[in-house]
């Protein structure tokens, strides 16, 4: 199906009766209004694709899952990369399925406060009082229902041994579950047996690997040597607790020696099914910091959309980054949260038109304190209460038209859609700092909790002053990392 962006009035009919609306970025040079005031969100197509998606065979998915390239400016390495509802062998429906994420999604939220500076169930937070979001029933703890949101598959070791790894953009840490294992979750592959890689080399205590790492926590062994332990905790009682070590990861037929990798032997929580984490955070034991001058700390990538059969990329290397038509924002620097991703924001808008909320609401203080960041892990963009008030008003003032449904779990404004083929509703947008905004398709605002018809706004509140901008959306937009000259692009590219 093609697929286009909205710029008029002719082309929004035309949307109506042929297309798919993309997201729009409006340059900083551009008007401080949004062009586009209203689109199309196609009510049928994206039920009929939920459905769908709940049917199709899950195979293969990380066939060919490697394209790697070579020029002038460097190498390049493309992944495939699935969202777990993808890998779910179980068929309990989209309302279970989308229950089961927003409560994932609760405590993801409080991992990420918890680490800069508040308790994950209440605490002080960017100057006020954090508290876990309520979402009308208990919330799964991380070790059954896991935290994961979208997937890789990587070799580890020599010879190399295929494992899934969760992709988390706001984590430093590489590490898998390593046998001998003390306590250990369920996962898809045989567990990592270090004794059978030709390349596993334990890091030492007087190791600078050891002595530099933020996770490293100690020694341990006696006689034939002393290791550097490591241990990740991530706020919500999940944990990573084991040896700190040099192993060889593999993408496709590429090999990447020597990356700093926790090996678990003491593991609870993520996504029952995967080995382990892939951290790509801002950090200096990040896989991208590791890469150095592989990849010239630059990555990218495209979350696909839940509905569909197609895959979403992880990339890295400068090749990776769009060459024109993106638009870059200045990434901003935490030191309280060195791995997290934070962007300046200065509003939201709402068909077409910003609204009215103070930009320091937005704003990283000097303390470390607020901010908004990037997160592949978290599903719903969380907002300061507030601010969230004021938009999800603006929205509902523009949307009068459509019949409202009860609300959902953390979602407090649903409609029902049921017999609607497509509906028009107001654009949604961010305004960034500088001047660039990113206008939403619809289908990232709006989306389906059920398969009969109710569709909610994906947004939510926090009593954290910190926001997060999360993969709900970001789905179908190329997002772009250059870590070496502080930036960040959406765009050109889609997914």
């Not at 509802?85 to 399925?97: A, E, T």
């Not at 270090?194 to 030492?204: G, L, M, Q």
């Not at 700390?297 to 979403?312: E, I, K, M, N």
Request: aromatic residues 8%.
């Amino acid at each position: 199906m093609m697929m286009t962006a909205i710029l008029t009035k002719i082309v929004e009919v035309a949307i109506l009766l042929c297309f798919t609306p993309l997201a729009t970025v409006t340059p900083a040079a551009a008007s401080s209004l949004s062009y586009q005031s209203h689109q199309f969100l196609a009510v049928q197509e994206i039920i009929h694709n939920t459905k769908s998606a709940s049917h199709v065979p899950q195979t293969n998915l990380f066939d060919h899952e490697v394209l790697e390239s070579e020029s002038h400016s460097g190498k390049r390495w493309k992944l495939n990369l699935v969202h777990r509802d993808k890998l779910s062998v179980n068929d309990d429906g989209h309302r279970r399925r989308t229950e089961a994420r927003l409560k994932r999604d609760v405590k993801r939220v409080a991992i990420l406060n918890s680490r800069i500076g508040g308790n994950h169930t209440t605490g002080s937070v960017g100057g006020g009082r954090f508290e876990v979001e309520e979402i009308g029933s208990e919330v799964v703890s991380g070790m059954r229902q896991g935290s994961g949101e979208y997937f890789v598959r990587i070799g580890v070791g020599s010879p190399p041994r295929s494992q899934y790894m969760v992709v988390d953009s706001g984590s430093d840490v590489v590490w898998v579950q390593c046998l001998p294992c003390k306590q250990c979750y369920q996962q898809s592959d045989p567990l990592f047996d270090p004794a059978n890689s030709a390349s596993f080399v334990a890091v030492s205590c007087g190791s600078p690997v050891c002595q530099h790492a933020e996770t490293a926590v100690g020694c341990h062994g006696h006689g034939g040597g002393r290791w550097c332990k490591y241990e990740v905790s991530y706020g919500d009682g999940s944990f990573t607790k084991g040896t700190l070590a040099l192993e060889t990861l593999s993408f496709g037929n590429t090999f990447i020696r020597n990356v700093a990798i926790g090996c678990g032997h003491r593991n609870q929580g993520l996504f029952v099914g995967a080995a382990g984490l892939l951290g790509i955070g801002g950090g200096s034991m990040s896989l991208v910091s590791q890469l150095g001058g592989e990849a010239g700390g630059a990555f990218s990538y495209c979350l696909v959309s839940r509905g569909t059969g197609s895959l979403g990329s992880l990339e890295f290397g400068r090749e990776s980054l769009p060459t024109e038509s993106a638009v870059w924002v200045p990434l901003l620097r935490n030191p309280k949260a060195p791995s997290f991703y934070y962007v300046g924001l200065s509003g939201l808008g709402v068909g077409g038109v910003q609204v009215t909320i103070p930009e320091p609401i937005f704003k990283l203080s000097d303390m470390g304190h607020g901010g908004v960041v990037m997160d592949t892990g978290t599903a719903v963009t969380r907002l300061p209460t507030v601010a969230y008030t004021t938009f999800r008003d603006a929205f509902i003032a523009q949307t009068t038209n459509l019949p409202r449904a009860r609300p959902v779990s953390i979602f407090d404004t649903c409609y029902d859609l049921n017999g609607f083929v497509t509906v028009r509703v107001p654009t949604v947008s961010f305004y960034f700092s500088g001047g660039p905004i990113l206008t939403l398709p619809a289908s990232n605002f709006l989306i389906p909790v059920d398969d009969m018809g109710t569709f909610c706004f994906a947004f939510a509140p926090t009593s954290s002053g910190l926001s997060i901008i999360g993969n709900i959306q970001q789905e179908g937009i190329q997002i772009s990392f250059d870590s070496e000259n502080g930036l960040m692009g959406f765009g050109p590219n889609v997914c």
